[in-house]
């Protein structure tokens, strides 16, 4: 039997108003997974509607992945269990893909900009391994170039498989069950589902335009957490970056708690950030760890990132890691230490960081021609505030577009209504065209 929230008081009977009280009423759990909605003729008849318009709601819910077409059998509200995505992960991954103009849901770089791994490749023609398994797990020269450009003295380094991994490993090593950490809200949906996965307690800090906002920072102390999670600039989804000033003050916060917790800084954006590389171990050294990702300047398949730190914990971060994979590739380290080095490798990462950037800048003008204005992001994306959720989803993929829903980027169910869009893939020839999307998608519902 079909299922049907009430449309006697509907007023906005375009494709975009009926998608997005079909999707709220998803929300909500009027609608919930496997119910089948009313044919299209049905809606069409009660509503005093063509057919054509609430064909066009459909796609729109098609797009965005509320809804599944099955043929003649009819149109279901989507349940796609992925088992090995955490409920934040899944609310994450994008939908079917058909009718879909630009993606901007998953934060992920441009392909076109990332440098060219084919010259690395042909460089790096012989075997890295030493033959020793208990061999240094870094490659000194890469090491070297890494120490050269670190943001703040580090007394060890290494080499790890990505961000996550390293900060993975790092929270391992110092979180406990009942522990708490701080982090930030908004903030990266795979550190929530960290902390939770290894038993702790987040604690939920607000941010400014400048980083995380001091006054939230000692409050949050005041539960003597044992590790701080930040993106010191490029920060996902807010696009905010730390100053100098706001690191030094943060440290001096810190400084005077009961006692100092870990902080784990993820500079996830690097090379493609536009905003100075700031660090809380110019300041705190002995209780930072500061992660660099390559993922987004250089290759998210590469998995690689350098992280840097105290050497107690370093040391038994890297000890820890010989009784699993080891170390990371030698033959990847090569590669990076290429691209790190090499002039055309160089001269294209300093290429791409100059197309973000004024992509980022050119989104944000026409924003603001049509009344909206925002500060314009660092890195790759834009967190837009909207009126509803769900309603803002359907409307951008009426117009083709899909984005990446708010909430997941809270730790609570108590999430203000946003959309993360990665306004680094919007090319200057698309810039107008996705701000009228998105200023109408703040006003849908």
């Not at 990132?305 to 990371?328: E, K, Q």
Request: hydrophobic share 40%.
């Amino acid at each position: 039997m079909a299922s049907s929230p009430d449309l006697s008081a509907l007023e906005d009977r375009t494709p975009q108003g009926i998608a997005g009280t079909f999707a709220r009423a998803v929300r909500s759990g009027e609608l919930v997974p496997g119910d089948r909605l009313p044919t299209v003729r049905a809606v069409a008849a009660e509503l005093g509607v063509s057919p054509a318009t609430v064909s066009a709601a459909w796609q729109a819910l098609r797009r965005t992945g509320v809804v599944v077409s099955r043929g003649r059998s009819g149109t279901f509200v989507l349940d796609t269990p992925r088992t090995w995505l955490t409920p934040r992960q899944q609310g994450l991954v994008a939908g079917p893909t058909e009718q879909v103009r630009l993606d901007l849901s998953r934060g992920t770089p441009d392909p076109t900009l990332l440098p060219a791994l084919g010259p690395a490749l042909g460089r790096v023609s012989t075997p890295a391994f030493t033959g020793v398994y208990q061999d240094e797990p870094v490659l000194p020269a890469l090491r070297q170039l890494l120490l050269g450009s670190w943001p703040s003295p580090v007394e060890a380094l290494t080499v790890v498989n990505g961000a996550m991994d390293g900060i993975n490993r790092t929270l391992e090593l110092v979180v406990r069950l009942g522990d708490r950490v701080v982090l930030e809200s908004p903030g990266y949906p795979m550190f929530y589902d960290l902390v939770e996965s290894l038993g702790a307690e987040i604690i939920p800090v607000e941010l400014d335009r400048h980083g995380i906002r001091p006054t939230s920072l000692r409050t949050a102390l005041e539960a003597s957490p044992v590790a701080v999670v930040l993106q010191p600039r490029a920060h996902n989804p807010t696009g905010v970056a730390m100053t100098g000033v706001r690191a030094q003050t943060l440290a001096g916060v810190l400084r005077r708690a009961p006692a100092c917790p870990w902080i784990v800084e993820d500079d996830h954006s690097g090379s493609i950030s536009t905003r100075p590389d700031v660090s809380l171990g110019n300041h705190l050294p002995d209780r930072t760890v500061h992660v660099r990702s390559f993922s987004k300047s250089h290759g998210p398949d590469l998995r690689i990132a350098a992280l840097g730190g105290p050497a107690s914990l370093v040391d038994s971060l890297v000890g820890r890691r010989m009784l699993g994979p080891g170390w990371t590739s030698r033959m990847l380290q090569t590669i990076l230490h290429d691209l790190l080095t090499e002039a055309r490798s160089l001269d294209e990462v300093s290429e791409a960081r100059r197309q973000y950037f004024g992509r980022q800048r050119d989104l944000v003008a026409h924003l603001a021609e049509l009344g909206l204005h925002l500060p314009a992001p660092d890195g790759i994306n834009l967190w837009l505030p909207v009126r509803d959720e769900r309603a803002a989803l359907a409307h951008l993929a009426a117009a083709g577009i899909r984005a990446a829903p708010g909430s997941p980027f809270f730790p609570g169910p108590a999430a203000p209504p946003h959309v993360r869009v990665t306004s680094g893939l919007v090319a200057p020839e698309h810039a107008a065209t996705v701000a009228a999307a998105l200023v109408g998608a703040t006003r849908a519902g």
